[in-house]
């Protein structure tokens, strides 16, 4: 199983930028697939999920939409209204159990992608 992400780069406050997941080696259509990301010096934190439902960090809310396209087998992360504290690493993550309960720790995620560099100027 491999999980691509893409979609980062540099873009200045109140941008947007959309981020993609391309899943291989399974389906994930009744499986959690979120996004992660990571700052320098902090800890992954839980930005988004998707099953038949969204999630959303509450830091995130409002301006950042995922979304999924069970045909390409691909999640994506819609982020408007950058703001320099969201430039981080962001990770592509999904479980393997087809579990009806959302988690927000990374650890119960078993499949992660190479991680994709969002940076937003002020």
């Known amino acids: 199983v491999q999980l691509q992400a893409s979609g980062g780069g540099l873009v200045q406050a109140g941008g947007s930028l959309r981020l993609s997941c391309a899943a291989s080696?399974?389906?994930?259509?009744?499986?959690?697939m979120a996004w992660f990301r990571q700052a320098p010096g902090n800890e992954r934190e839980f930005v988004s999920a998707?099953?038949?439902?969204?999630y959303y960090a509450d830091s995130i809310k409002g301006r950042f939409t995922i979304s999924r396209d069970n045909g390409k087998n691909t999640v994506y992360l819609q982020m408007n209204n950058l703001r320099p504290e969201d430039t981080a690493v962001y990770y592509c993550?999904?479980?393997?159990?087809?579990?009806?309960?959302?988690?927000?720790?990374?650890?119960?995620?078993?499949?992660w992608g190479q991680g994709t560099l969002v940076t937003v100027s002020s």
């Open positions: 993550a999904a479980r393997k159990i087809d579990t009806r309960r959302l988690s927000t720790t990374s650890g119960d995620y078993d499949y």
């Open positions: 998707i099953r038949l439902n969204t």
């Open positions: 080696g399974r389906t994930f259509s009744t499986s959690f």
